[in-house]
Nanobody, 123 residues
């Protein structure tokens, strides 16, 4: 089983990035998918989720209106479009498969986690 994130990088405040997370080794289209982030010096934060069909989406208050989650089950991929980025969005972004709002592997809430991709928002 693998979840592999990509698309992170350095962007200026106000800019945009699109993260991707590709899944393999499991029935991707049967799982709700989530994005969780870990900012330096802060606790982890659940960011967004999408149901297994891609019809329902959920966001934390901190990203609502700026981030959009989507998925393409034919490609086994979930996306996170991030617009109007702020320095406080700087974090490692992880994708995870499962239902609920968890923030760490230690909670044993999600079935699978990726290794993360770094997003840095700075001028």
């Amino acid at each position: 089983v693998q979840l592999v994130e990509s698309g992170g990088g350095l962007v200026q405040p106000g800019g945009s990035l699109r993260l991707s997370c590709g899944g393999s080794g499991f029935t991707f289209g049967s799982y709700d998918m989530n994005w969780v982030r870990q900012a330096p010096g802060k606790g982890p934060e659940w960011v967004s989720a999408i149901d297994y069909e891609g019809t329902l989406t959920y966001y934390s208050d901190s990203v609502k209106g700026r981030f959009t989650i989507s998925r393409d089950n034919a490609k086994n991929t979930v996306y996170l479009q991030m617009n109007s980025l702020k320095p406080e969005d700087t974090a490692i972004y992880y994708c995870a498969a499962g239902v609920g709002r968890f923030v760490s592997r230690a909670e044993n809430g999600y079935s699978y986690w990726g290794q993360g991709t770094q997003v840095t928002v700075s001028s």
